[in-house]
């Protein structure tokens, strides 16, 4: 069944990536769901409803809803919920989501800030055979604050008795938004940006050594990856 949900876009993306990295391995190529993806993933925010989805046999379930998010504040959405119907403003008809790819169920949900989805529900309290329960949800920006650079710091007991303070500096990716950069806008998220804030507040906290904690670091934007590197050395060529 997943096999005849594939799409022609998609089958032609695997089609001309085999081609391209036969030809060379820096060429790929993006379908349009696989463009808005990587926009998501390099600038750390979408607009949507704020919540984290997984397939589970036929039925679309609520894995966990981000605090603070727009589903989080309706008060009626919580993990473990299904959700059955999707409708797009408060007059369309809900449609009937059950046994769609997970990929077409964010598709639809996701939206501009500011415009309505709304929810058919199946609570997780009454299982499956319970009533639904529609929510109207307003979409907003959310932020992938987990996926963005990070601090802390450990303290280690050194040979000679004495404790330093480490700081740990956790960078999941190396990620910019570039259209909010193009734009000009003042605050935009950035990799470079972000850790330099890390580092300068790591540094009135007084702390004694540093680590750059790369492990399951996927790569992301080379340009960041240069101007982060320019944070700790003055010249020399970076690949």
């Known amino acids: 069944k997943r096999t005849s949900q594939i799409k022609p876009n998609e ?6 990536n085999a081609y391209a990295g036969a030809i060379e391995p820096h060429t790929s190529y993006l379908s349009p769901r696989s463009s808005a993806q990587f926009d998501i993933n390099m ?46 403003g408060t007059k ?6 059950i046994g769609w790819r997970l990929t077409d169920v964010v598709n639809i949900i996701r939206g501009k800030k500011g ?14 055979g319970g009533k639904p329960e529609t929510v109207s ?9 987990h996926q963005a650079a990070s601090k802390r710091i ?5 040979d000679n008795g ?18 909010a950069r193009n734009r000009g806008d003042a605050d935009y998220a950035g990799t470079t940006r972000d850790v330099k804030k890390l580092l300068l507040e790591l540094k009135k906290q007084g702390i004694d050594e540093l680590i750059i904690d790369l ?25």
């Not at 089958?11 to 001309?16: A, G, K, R």
């Open 11 to 16: 089958l032609f993306q695997t089609i001309v």
């Open 43 to 88: 600038s750390l925010s979408l607009s949507g409803i704020g919540a984290v989805l997984r397939t589970d046999e036929e039925h679309t379930k609520i894995i966990s809803v981000v605090p603070g998010g727009p589903a989080d504040l309706t008060g009626k959405i919580s993990a473990g919920d299904r959700i059955i119907g999707v409708g797009q």
């Open 92 to 97: 369309e008809v809900i449609k009937d989501i």
């Open 115 to 128: 415009s309505t989805v709304v929810l058919s529900i199946l609570p997780h309290e009454t299982g499956l």
């Open 137 to 145: 949800i307003l979409r907003d920006k959310i932020k992938l604050e």
């Open 154 to 158: 450990i303290e280690i007991k050194k």
């Open 162 to 179: 004495k404790v330093a303070k480490v700081g740990v500096i956790k960078l999941p990716s190396f990620y910019i938004d570039f259209k």
């Open 215 to 239: 492990r399951g670091n996927g790569g992301g934007s080379l340009s960041e990856v240069v101007s982060l590197t320019g944070l700790f050395i003055k010249k020399g060529p970076v690949v």
